[in-house]
């Protein structure tokens, strides 16, 4: 079954750090594009970071430049993003995405809340 499960989200105090897992069953991160996306209520989902497998390639969303960095364990088949100096403005629901040329995969998301 292909599945992508994140995990790591809680509640921390503004300043605080958390990481968050997205592993990966039943296909590998080879080729594939994976992002970090969040979303709060009534709002669109935005995209946070990604990182290209093919070439590590990383992007970060301005907000969140300098605090916030993925990184790719295929040991683990586990995409991280660890999150540092967070602000209440961070609280959202964090998804996981995998973009291959051929499908696009989400995982059910993670809740992140940080108390100012």
């Known amino acids: 079954e292909v599945q992508l499960v994140e995990s790591g989200g809680g509640l921390v105090q503004a300043g605080g750090s958390l990481r968050l897992s997205c592993v990966a069953s039943g296909f590998t991160f080879d080729d594939h594009v994976i992002g970090w996306f969040r979303q709060t209520p009534g709002k669109e989902r935005e995209g946070v970071s990604w990182i290209s497998s093919s070439d590590d390639y990383t992007y970060y969303e301005d907000s969140v430049k300098g605090r916030f960095t993925i990184e790719i364990e295929y040991s683990e088949n586990t995409v991280y993003l660890q999150m540092n100096s967070l602000k209440p403005e961070d609280t959202a629901v964090y998804f996981c995405?995998?973009?291959?040329?051929?499908?696009?995969?989400w995982g059910q998301g993670t809740q992140v809340t940080v108390s100012s």
């Open positions: 995405n995998a973009d291959h040329m051929f499908y696009n995969y």
